[in-house]
C-alpha cells in the first residue's frame, strides 16, 4: 500500500487531472490511497474573496465565486461522460458552492472574518478538489471514492494551523480507509483539512496536504508516502538561481527537515514527523516527469554521496542587533529576548551572538521588523536608560544562506570551503550560526547578494 499526494500544481487543469489519472492507473498494483490539494489558486481566490466580503465589496465577490464555479464545471464537462454520474457531481459541487456563499454573505453582513470562519472557507478548494478527481478515476474504470478528512482526522481548535490528535485520527482513518483499500476501491482523501472535537473544520497550516499524507500512510503502514510535485525531486538547489542544480536520489529526514526550513522546495518538518515516527519513507516525484524515480527521504539518507547536498537561502528577511557592555555575563537576556518576540508573534529563524556577548543578532521576516523592535526597547527600557545596553538596531533586506548535508558531521574544512567560495565572490558576511550537529552552516549576507553567494557555494562543492 502507498499514499499518493497530489499538490495544487498537478492537480490545476484538465490535462494535469488527465496525467494524474494516468498514474494512479499505472501503480493500482500497490494498492494507493490519494490525498489532494485544492486546484492551483483556488485557495488563493477563496481566502481573497472572504477578505472582499469582509470589505463589503461584494460584485467582486460574486464574479470570484463564478469564476469558482466555472472553473469546476468546465473540468466536469471536459472529463466525465454525460450521464447520472456527470449529473450527481455538477450537483454536488454547486450544493457546495451554494454553502460557500451563505458563508461569504455572513461575513459581509456581520463585517466580521474569524480565523475559524477562515478555515471554513479555505476547506472548500480540498473538497471540489478531490469530489471530482474521483469521479474522473471513476470515469475512467479505477474505483474510487471521495473521503471528506475531517472526520478522520482530529484536532485541537487552534485555527489556521491546528494540532493533530494522533491516536484519534489514527484509529478512525484506519476504520475509514483500510475496507476500502481491502476492497479494491482508490479512497481520494482532502488534504489540507480536519475537524475539532466538536466537529468544526480546522485546517491544518502550511504544507497540510502533505502533513495529511504523512498521517493518512503512516497510520496505514503505508511502504512509501510519494508527495507528487512538479519538480523531479529535491535539488540541489534552486533552479531558478542555479543553473546546473540537479535532483538528489536520496536523503536523510533531518536534512529533508533542514532543507525545507531553509527555503528549499520539499515537504514542511511538520509533515514528516508522523512518517519519522513509523519509519515511512517519503519519495518526492515529479508529476510531468513520472518516469523519473525522485528523491527517496528516510532515516538513512545516502551516506556514500556527496558531503554538501544543499545550498538554499531564504529572502526577505531582517537583522535585529541588540548590542551593549550589560549583555556581558547577565544570565536570562537571551530568554528575555525571545519571550518579548513571542509576545509579538515574531518567529525568529536565526541567531548568532558574539562570543564577548557584546552583541546578540536575531534574524526574522522583514515584515516583523517594527513591531519586534517596539516590543525589544520596551524589554530592555531599564538596561538602555542606564547605557547597559547601547541600542537595538535593525538591518533590511537580508538573507540567510544555508548549506546542508549529514556528511559535513566531524569532517574538517567544511567552513574554510564555504566562506572563501563566499569571499572569492566578494559576499560579505553579516552573521554566522552552526548548529553542534554540524548539519547545517547558516550565514547572513545582503539579499541583492544572496544568489551570487547560493551560485558561489554551490560551484564550491560540485553539486551540479
Not at 474522473?136 to 487552534?158: H, N
Not at 524515480?293 to 544543499?310: D, E, H, Q, W
Not at 556577548?357 to 513591531?371: A, G, K, M, S
Not at 533586506?397 to 564555504?418: D, F, N, Y
Request: aromatic share 4%; hydrophobic share 45%; charged share 25%.
Amino acid at each position: 500500500m502507498i499514499t499518493m499526494k497530489f499538490g495544487g500544481t498537478s492537480v490545476g487543469d484538465a490535462q494535469r487531472l488527465c496525467e494524474v489519472a494516468a498514474i494512479v492507473r499505472s501503480h493500482l498494483s500497490r494498492r494507493p490511497v490519494v490525498v489532494a490539494s485544492a486546484m492551483s489558486g483556488v485557495t488563493d481566490l477563496l481566502l481573497g474573496t472572504a477578505r472582499l466580503a469582509l470589505e463589503r465589496k461584494k460584485d467582486e465577490g460574486l464574479r470570484n465565486t463564478e469564476e469558482l464555479r466555472r472553473k469546476h464545471l468546465e473540468i466536469v464537462m471536459a472529463l466525465v461522460e454525460p450521464g447520472d454520474a456527470r449529473d450527481r457531481l455538477v450537483r454536488e459541487q454547486g450544493e457546495l458552492i451554494d454553502k460557500l456563499e451563505t458563508l461569504f454573505r455572513g461575513v459581509h453582513l456581520l463585517g466580521e472574518l474569524s480565523p475559524r470562519s477562515l478555515d471554513a472557507i479555505a476547506s472548500f478548494g480540498e473538497l471540489l478538489s478531490c469530489m471530482q478527481i474521483a469521479a474522473i478515476l471513476e470515469a475512467r474504470g479505477i474505483p474510487a471514492r471521495f473521503v471528506d478528512a475531517r472526520p478522520l482526522i482530529r484536532t485541537d481548535s487552534s485555527y489556521g494551523e491546528a494540532a493533530v490528535d494522533i491516536a484519534v485520527s489514527n484509529d478512525r482513518i484506519r476504520a475509514a480507509l483500510l475496507p476500502l483499500v481491502e476492497s479494491g476501491v482508490v479512497p481520494v482523501v482532502t488534504g489540507f483539512v480536519a475537524s475539532n472535537a466538536e466537529e468544526i473544520t480546522t485546517t491544518l497550516g502550511r504544507s497540510g496536504s502533505d502533513y495529511t499524507a504523512s498521517i493518512v500512510g503512516a497510520a496505514l503502514g503505508c511502504s512509501e508516502i510519494w508527495i507528487w510535485t512538479d519538480v523531479d525531486g529535491v535539488m540541489t538547489a534552486d533552479p531558478r538561481v542555479v543553473e546546473g542544480a540537479s535532483p538528489l536520489g536520496e536523503i536523510s529526514y533531518r536534512e529533508a527537515a533542514e532543507m525545507s526550513y531553509f527555503g528549499a522546495k520539499v515537504i514542511h518538518p511538520k509533515a514528516m514527523q508522523p512518517a519519522i515516527e513509523h519509519g515511512t519513507p517519503i519519495r518526492i516525484k515529479n508529476t510531468f516527469n513520472p518516469s523519473h524515480p525522485g528523491t527517496l527521504i528516510s532515516s538513512a539518507g545516502n551516506s556514500s554521496a556527496k558531503i554538501v547536498k544543499n545550498v538554499t537561502s531564504i529572502d526577505k528577511l531582517g537583522l535585529v542587533a541588540v548590542e551593549g557592555s550589560g549583555l556581558m555575563g547577565a544570565p536570562g537576556v537571551i530568554a528575555r529576548l525571545f519571550a518579548a518576540l513571542a509576545r509579538v508573534g515574531v518567529n525568529v529563524m536565526m541567531i548568532s551572538q558574539a562570543s564577548s556577548e557584546h552583541n546578540v543578532c536575531l534574524i526574522i521576516p522583514e515584515q516583523d521588523c517594527r513591531r519586534a523592535v517596539e516590543e525589544l526597547r520596551a524589554e530592555l527600557d531599564p538596561e538602555l536608560a542606564r547605557k547597559a545596553v547601547e541600542a537595538v538596531r535593525v538591518r533590511d533586506s537580508v538573507s540567510i544562506i544555508a548549506v546542508v548535508g549529514e556528511g559535513m558531521r566531524g569532517v574538517p574544512g567544511i567552513a574554510a570551503r564555504t566562506f572563501t567560495a563566499a569571499a572569492r565572490a566578494d559576499i560579505n558576511v553579516i552573521a554566522i550560526a552552526q548548529g553542534s550537529s554540524e548539519l547545517n552552516i547558516s550565514f547572513v549576507v545582503d539579499q541583492s547578494e544572496a544568489h551570487r553567494a547560493v551560485r558561489a557555494i554551490h560551484d564550491a562543492f560540485d553539486l551540479g
